[in-house]
């Protein structure tokens, strides 16, 4: 049982005010991204896991997502005790290589769409709370719409906003009007919000710096990994018997993708078995440049590109790697997949650009290296390679790291302590407003 849930869960229906022990939360997670459809996206695969526990923990949850296809009709159904509802967006794939999906057009759209859905879904659910991430402003129109009197509280959490990729990758192009109108629906559904929450440290200090917003506002509640279906092999499993690095992720220049295959194929004068797995999908163009640097270096033996793989299958792949590569130049939260690397035990190589540095020890359960910096990726990779004690150890430390700072209960835990905090903010906002209209009558 998770520690708070009984002093958290509530709902209003049984009549207890704040503080109530003996109620549960109606829940709606707006997230456009969420597996097994729409898979792709570390949003959704937080969204995923966060829906779960709170269901296993006695709460109502909804999940308002996207189905690939132009059909907007919504359909709806239930997922292991989540109902899911799922509308159309237009177009395969979109934003797996920065199509319609990054567009402004699509994102006041898709923001309506979620709107007119919300509408439908609060006619016979009354939820307690919505949550949003901020990228994509899907909570844009909603939040608009609200009406003070309506006590359903709104959380948005910080996964990156925009104006952060264009600082950190220089995408988008600042004079675009994907920015500017991507920027100002994010800062409208910021501003709006009931409560704020970041993924990292850093996210929250970005964000209180470009919107104006007090920094004591926003809580950070770091990522969480499930650590049941994410574990150390079993034994009897054993690892690959030749050296592995996997790179885990979107497959882009600004995850170091490129970076982690020049250090792999840097090290096979060392380590002549060594093999790289890239897990992914990307742009096609550059996974293409990609496959073309392999071929012209004869290291086909070498390098596997293995596309997309499902999360049941993910942590085989994390278990029976040496060392995790993904020397990102840019990522503000604590990713999924350093997470997920280390709760299988798999040491990380990561750069020092954004969140790994909250999530990884360096030395301890893996090693920090400047982005973009082949030269000290391939040290660090060699290091561990090479040592077999101190990848040893690393791997045990990697998994004590986890189960203390990176666990479920713990995330989930944080959230409903913010989720708590918005649904009282909102309440006692919308009370004072019924006061003040039946005041001035």
Request: aromatic fraction near 8%.
């Amino acid at each position: 049982m998770h520690p708070n849930v009984c002093g958290i869960a509530r709902r209003r229906d049984t009549g207890g005010g704040a503080g109530s022990e003996s109620r549960t939360l109606n829940i709606c997670l707006v997230s456009q991204n969420y597996p097994p459809e729409t898979a792709q996206g570390g949003i959704g695969t937080q969204t995923w896991n966060k829906a779960r526990v709170l269901v296993g923990l006695g709460h109502s949850v909804h999940v308002l997502s996207s189905a690939n296809g132009p059909d907007r009709a919504i359909r709806t159904r239930t997922d292991d005790g989540v109902v899911v509802h799922r509308m159309g967006r237009p177009g395969e794939d979109p934003g797996l290589e920065f199509g319609i999906y990054h567009s402004h057009t699509f994102w006041v759209g898709y923001a309506w769409s979620v709107l007119r859905a919300l509408r439908r879904l609060t006619q016979t659910t009354r939820f307690d709370v919505i949550d949003f991430a901020e990228y994509g402003a899907e909570g844009f129109s909603y939040q608009l719409d609200r009406t003070p009197e309506d006590e359903t509280a709104v959380v948005v959490q910080l996964h990156g906003p925009l104006a952060m990729l264009a600082t950190h990758i220089g995408w988008p192009d600042k004079e675009s009007d994907f920015y500017r109108v991507g920027t100002f629906m994010e800062g409208v559904s910021i501003r709006l919000a009931d409560r704020l929450m970041a993924c990292s440290a850093g996210i929250a200090d970005f964000t209180a710096r470009l919107y104006g917003i007090p920094r004591s506002t926003i809580d950070v509640v770091k990522c969480g990994v499930d650590t049941d279906a994410f574990r150390p092999a079993d034994t009897a499993e054993g690892p690959h018997t030749r050296p592995t690095v996997l790179f885990v992720g979107n497959v882009a220049a600004s995850k170091g993708a490129s970076t982690a295959l020049e250090a792999v194929l840097r090290l096979r004068s060392k380590h002549p078995d060594i093999k790289l797995q890239i897990v992914g999908r990307g742009d096609r163009k550059f996974v293409a440049e990609l496959q073309s640097r392999v071929d012209a270096e004869h290291a086909e033996g070498s390098v596997e590109f293995c596309g997309f793989v499902d999360r049941q299958r993910m942590p085989k792949f994390f278990q029976r790697a040496d060392v995790f590569c993904s020397p990102a130049t840019y990522e503000g939260g604590t990713a999924n997949v350093y997470l997920e690397a280390m709760a299988c035990g798999c040491p990380v190589v990561a750069s020092t650009a954004g969140g790994a540095v909250e999530a990884v020890e360096d030395g301890v359960t893996g090693l920090l290296v400047p982005p973009g910096d082949v030269g000290e990726v391939t040290e660090a990779l060699d290091r561990i390679l090479a040592n077999e004690p101190l990848r040893r150890r690393m791997k045990e430390d990697c998994r004590a790291r986890t189960d203390e700072h990176f666990s479920m209960d713990r995330y989930i835990s944080r959230i409903l302590d913010v989720y708590e905090a918005a649904i009282e903010r909102r309440i006692a906002m919308a009370s004072a407003n019924a006061i003040a209209v039946g005041g001035s009558v």
